[in-house]
């Protein structure tokens, strides 16, 4: 079958997005489910992969998926009445790290939304598309969720 | 927290065990230097003296779909083999071979030249006789030259009328350690 674009061999898209997936999973999730998270979002990228129309912006391709993937853990954690704990904060910015232990009270896609919006500067059109919903649903998402913070801090 | 090996090994045999590859690769070290050999679905595909591997993957993905990946395991019946092969211990390859890809005059000529017993030498223009076209001694050449399925496809075994060891993709210095390595006998 020729392909309609010419792909990096996968082993190559593989190499030079592993430490950003990795990165982008580790943050929202929990040592162990981060791990099957990026072996997760590397395997939907391989399903997909032939049916890629352009190989432009590969790297925001696969974070979408990878948040995708990270969403749907937390979901499936949060409905199973379990509360996800966060990975430890040294690496995430200070200001963020400060609260961000305090998101994982908040439903799935309020934290998703505080931590891509605070965690990684991720602008709401690029949450929008991680979370699957609008640009306009993801700004709801975060300020909801930063609003319930701040009731929790004050009560 | 980093990616370990383990989790990295993980993912790759995965791939491969769900069906989700064109084509799985590795890297070996043989007495002739790396080999880069890969299998497709169908079979051994590429064993190619590994020159510029980036290259390699390139024109695999070219040529069977772009999901190329390095699964050691997947290569490993392919790796017994060459090893055996290397210590003189295996005369014949029992792996199957994918050259469905190629070229219909190619397939000919190389499924002939799989017939070539190890150890001996046969000459271009005696492959072609066998093929039926005994005037394209020449074409023969340019197939063989284009072997992507190196030692296991035995065209070092291939030499010129006057049994000289003339041209080969890996280098004559390649070519004449197998012939040595087969106790086979040329110029």
Not at chain 2, 50 to 72: K, W
Not at chain 2, 111 to 123: F, S
């Given at each position: ?25 580790s ?33 925001a ?66 949450i929008g598309?991680a ?25 | ?5 383990d ?54 993905a070219r ?125």
């Amino acid at each position: 079958m020729m392909a309609l674009v010419t792909l990096p061999p996968f082993e190559r898209f593989y190499a030079d997005h592993r430490e950003a997936v990795f990165g982008r999973v580790s943050r929202l999730l929990r040592r162990s489910d981060a791990e099957d998270a990026y072996q997760e979002t590397f395997l939907r990228a391989l399903r997909a992969y032939p049916t890629l129309r352009h190989a432009e912006r590969l790297d925001a391709w696969v974070l979408t998926i990878a948040t995708r993937v990270a969403i749907d853990v937390l979901r499936r954690r949060s409905s199973d009445g379990e509360l996800p704990d966060l990975p430890a904060p040294e690496t995430a910015r200070p200001a963020f790290a400060q609260i961000e232990h305090l998101t994982a009270e908040l439903p799935p896609k309020e934290r998703a939304a505080v931590v891509l919006r605070y965690g990684y500067d991720l602008d709401y059109a690029d949450i929008g598309a991680a979370l699957g919903s609008s640009e306009e649903a993801a700004r709801q998402a975060a300020s909801s969720g930063v609003r319930r913070l701040r009731g929790r801090r004050s009560e | 927290m980093t990616i370990t090996d383990d989790l990295d090994r993980r993912f790759r045999e995965t791939a491969s065990a769900e069906g989700l590859l064109d084509v799985a690769y590795d890297v070996l070290d043989s007495p002739v230097g790396p080999l880069l050999v890969a299998m497709s679905e169908r079979g051994l595909c590429r064993v190619a003296f590994d020159g510029e591997p980036e290259r390699d993957l390139d024109s695999l993905a070219r040529t069977f779909g772009a999901r190329v990946l390095r699964v050691p395991r997947r290569i490993e019946s392919a790796r017994v083999e060459l090893d055996e092969y290397f210590e003189g211990n295996r005369r014949s390859f029992d792996l199957p071979i994918d050259v469905a890809t190629l070229p219909v005059f190619q397939q000919r000529v190389l499924r002939e030249l799989a017939r070539v017993p190890y150890g001996r030498v046969t000459t271009y223009g005696a492959l072609a006789g066998k093929i039926g076209s005994p005037r394209a001694a020449r074409a023969v050449g340019g197939a063989l030259n284009r072997n992507p399925i190196a030692i296991v496809l035995p065209c070092h075994r291939v030499v010129g009328a006057s049994g000289s060891l003339v041209g080969y993709a890996g280098g004559l210095q390649r070519k004449r350690s197998l012939l040595r390595l087969e106790g086979a006998e040329a110029n």
